[in-house]
Structure formats: C-alpha cells, structure tokens
C-alpha cells in the first residue's frame, strides 16, 4: 500500500496535466517545476535501488513516471534548425519589472548595450514608463502604457518601440492586465502583442485558462503573422498553454533553452520555470534567444531574434 502511495504523489507531481489536474490548485503549481522535480526523482530513485534493490517494484514504476516527464521535457533542449527568414530582423525583450521595482538605470543600459527593436514590460504602467524613458532618451524609443496614469504600476504593461519601425500604433486590448498590440510601420503585417497574464493562484485562477486560450487569436492558423510576448505564467508543460499557443513556435524552445528558468530570479536558472516567453507564428521565423539579468526584480528577462514579414 505504502508503494502505491508513492507511486500515486510521484504521477501527481510529475504529470498532473496527464491526469487533469493541471488547471487546479495546487497541481498547477507542481507542472511549474517539473524539470527540477523530474531530476530530483531520478536521482532519488536511482539512489534507492542503489541502497534498497529490493524496493524496485515501487522505484521502477516510479523510474517510469519521471521517464513520461522527461520526455515532454527533452524537445526543448534541443536546437531547431535554422529557421525560414520572410522579412526584416528584430531584437525584442520581455521584461516583468515587479510591479514598477526594477533598476531603472541597470534596465537602461540593457537596453543602451542590446538595442532591443521593441522592448514589453509587464508589471510597468505609467510611473515606470516615465522612468525609464527619462533615464534614455538618447535612444529614442516610443512607448506606451497598457493603462492610465492613475493606475499603479502593477497592473500595466508597457511597450518601447525604437524609431527605426516606423509609423507603429499601440492599441490596448482587454485582459485582467490590461495587455497592448503594436501594428503597423516596419511590422507590415505582423502583429505584435505585449500581454500579461493573469497567474494561477487564488483569486485569479479562474480568470488564467481564458487568457490562455485567448492567445489562439494571434497563434492559430490562419490568423496571420504575429509575435506574442510578455510574462505568460505558464509552460508548455501546461495544457492550456499548449492549446493556446498551438501554431506558435516558443524561441527559447527553438534555441535549445526553454528550460532556462526566468521565475523566480533569485533561485538558479536551472530551477524554476520559464514564465516569459516569445512566441512566433504565422509564418514569422525565430532565431537567437538570451536570458537577462535585471536587479530589482523577481523575473529573468529574455531577448529574441524574430523575423518579420515587413
């Protein structure tokens, strides 16, 4: 019974989105981890048939579990091959600022060194939009605020355009966190979405699948080229997720690196979650892929390479 017992916690740690229970609570919590959580187990296990050989009727079953885990795990540290290339290249950056509390001068010289085209900055309303474009106005970026001045920093998104793009709008589109999508100028087609989703945690775990099947409306076939980034509070290993961004190509999957943690900072990139993303579909290609580091903040910043169709 005992064995059972282990057997049953190990399947529901590692692969509650098998079994269901990865749209509740605190089951989604365990999927976050689960590539930290797979090795820990193998480890384990290996170590107890190493000591207890004749506990292998519990560790084998659980041996198997972790190997259903993994292989949903494995894709993602192995590169793509080059990607089409339809347009022009830009560099774009997703940086969660922690309800406004990010460095602003250490975010200000990434932003001096990396040149990002477009730069989304969940947790950022209006007071960190003034900030931060006072600290570089010699980069001449537009931007624009997902809310009004009166909000606090914690519930806007905000974007940076440099001024080679061109004539782009910004136009706000509904969410729990308010989300914003930059059109036009040197993005021709291409559709750009700087989001952040509701988290699955309590008061807003009911909101959180609705906005990720929201993302079907930039990443489903047939919707046209688009770019989706921001803090998405989620992984692929997440059915939701993956239904939601069916079409879209992950870049830091692409790269080899999606499992490079950018939740929670303080904690090794090897543990924890990739929670910020850049996706790309439609026929817009993805190629290179960078974490960042930004005091201040609780999350990683990521900095990609798309190819649009201009």
Known sequence: MAGLVVVAAVAVLLVPDRLGLDQTLPFVGFVLVRAPATLAVVVLGLLVLAVRARWWPTVVPVLAIAGVAAVALVPRLVPDGPSPDPGPDIVVMVQNVDRGSADVPALAAVLRERRPDVVVLPEAGEPFRARLTAAIPELGYRSWSSVPASEPDAV???????????????????????????????????????????????????????????????????????????????????????????????????????????????????????????????????????????????????????HVQG
Do not use: Y
């Open 156 to 306: 806007g998104t905000t974007i940076l355009a440099r001024p080679s793009l061109g004539d782009v709008r910004a136009t706000p589109v509904p969410a729990r966190f308010p989300w914003l999508e930059l059109t036009g100028g040197a993005l021709g087609p291409t559709r750009l979405l700087g989001a952040h989703l509701a988290s699955p945690v309590p008061g807003l775990i009911d909101v959180w699948p609705g906005e990720l099947a929201a993302l079907a409306r930039w990443c489903a076939p047939g919707t046209g080229p688009a770019v989706v980034m921001g803090d998405l509070n989620a992984t692929e290993d997440l059915r939701g997720f993956r239904a939601g961004s069916a079409g879209c190509t992950d870049a830091g999957d692409a790269a080899g690196k999606g499992l490079l943690a950018t939740w929670p900072a303080g904690l090794p990139r090897w543990l924890g979650a990739q929670l910020d993303h850049v996706l790309v579909g439609g026929g817009a290609g993805v190629d290179g892929f960078d974490v960042v580091e930004v005091p201040g903040t609780d999350h990683r910043g990521v900095l990609a390479t798309v």
